[in-house]
Structure formats: C-alpha cells, structure tokens
C-alpha cells in the first residue's frame, strides 16, 4: 500500500488516467482500422461492438514514457514527469473501480 507521500496530486492522477484511455482509444482503432473490420460506411453499433471485443497492449513504463515524450516540449509545467509508480498507481485505481484493464 502506498503512503499518503506516494499518492500523485488529484490533477496528475487525471491527466495520467485520461492519457491511458487515449492511448488505450487509439491503439484499438488503429487495429480494427488498419485490419479492415471498421471501413468506411461501418454501423456504429458494429464498431461499439469491434472494440468492445478488441484487445491493447501496454504497461505502466510504457505509458509514462509517452506521457513524458508528450510534456518533454510543453510550456505549461502544470503536469511535471510521471513516473512508472504513477501510472501504476491510477491503473490500480483504476482497476479497482471496475475499469478493464490489460
């Protein structure tokens, strides 16, 4: 269990959580698109029940080091590095809320 020093401000855990749901978006769209089930034309129901299905590959090292390639450039210093610990911290959260996860 992490101590209260461990446990990331509200806005980073957001940011955190929001950047895995992109990225979790973005990889399964990619694959159904890029394997041909979601094409021009395809019903909405269909590609709700697509992703539903499909499935995405990452980790928490992999996430922070999107995050961190993503905020290398930012001007606004609001959200700072995340690290591996972070990440893994919000998927546990979120985890425990009932969000699947892989």
Do not use: W
Request: no cysteine.
């Amino acid at each position: 269990m992490e101590s209260i020093d461990d446990v990331p401000p509200p806005e980073k855990i957001a940011f955190i959580a929001y950047n895995i749901g992109v990225y979790e978006s973005v990889q399964k769209f990619g694959g159904l698109i890029t394997s041909g089930k979601i094409a021009n034309g395809t019903d909405i129901s269909k590609v709700a029940e697509l992703l539903s299905q499909s499935t995405a590959f990452y980790d928490a090292d992999m996430i922070a080091g999107l995050i961190n390639a993503m905020l290398y450039d930012t001007k606004d210093k609001t959200i700072e590095r995340v690290s591996p610990a972070q990440v893994r911290y919000v998927m546990s959260q979120l985890k425990a809320t009932g969000v699947s996860l892989p």
